[in-house]
């Protein structure tokens, strides 16, 4: 049984919330995850309890699990930021992406990211979008698998930077769906 967080005996690991987004792979097939991860008794656990008890038409949070009955630890919700569109996409969804959003919490916990003793008394709160247009059920895994280890990562070290932040803003925003010519960025 986990050892429950005294209010007198401040929290260790993930004492405020951590945040984290990663993007990985190409096309149809690529995972963007964005992770908060917080501690039991705290605003993620009234925000993972929440999204779990209001699903929406076509947006419906669920449990992630390594296998059925074995959830990861820390409990992670899957928040999709997709509805589902058809038999591909919905495996993709509950499957491959599931799977490896799994996989990489487990990876994480695995190397030390998140302490293994503190797991039982964290949460993880993850959107994930899958594309309806998914192609690679293996790949999708894959993405998702390196997209949800590197949110952890990201919320754990606290990464990118300010100043990494700021270099990136003077190179010129840009993203899979859309990059700005250097007229639009001129002022």
């Known amino acids: 049984m986990p050892t429950p967080v005294s209010p007198t005996r401040p929290p260790g690991f993930a004492a405020t919330a951590l945040i984290g987004e990663s993007f990985v792979g190409d096309g149809v097939d690529a995972a963007h ?15 993972w309890a929440t999204a779990l008890a209001t699903p929406s038409a076509g947006h419906v949070p669920f449990l ?3 296998r059925p009955s074995v959830p ?53 709160i993850a959107a994930v979008w899958v594309n309806p247009a998914v192609g690679d059920l293996d790949a999708s895994f894959r993405n998702q698998r390196a997209a949800a280890y590197g949110a952890v990562r990201a919320a754990v070290t606290g990464t990118p930077t300010v100043s990494d932040v700021l270099a990136a803003a003077k190179e010129g925003p840009a993203n899979p769906f859309y990059t700005p010519t250097a007229e639009v960025l001129a002022r």
């Open 64 to 66: 992630t699990v390594v």
């Open 72 to 124: 990861v630890k820390p409990l992670t919700l899957f928040v999709t930021k997709a509805a589902a569109a058809g038999e591909l996409h919905e495996r993709a969804t509950w499957g491959s992406a599931q799977a490896g959003l799994a996989q990489g919490v487990a990876d994480a916990v695995e190397e030390g990211l998140i302490p293994a003793a503190e797991a039982d008394d964290l949460l993880i």
């Open 33 to 47: 995850t964005n992770i908060v991860i917080g501690r039991k008794g705290g605003p993620v656990e009234t925000a």
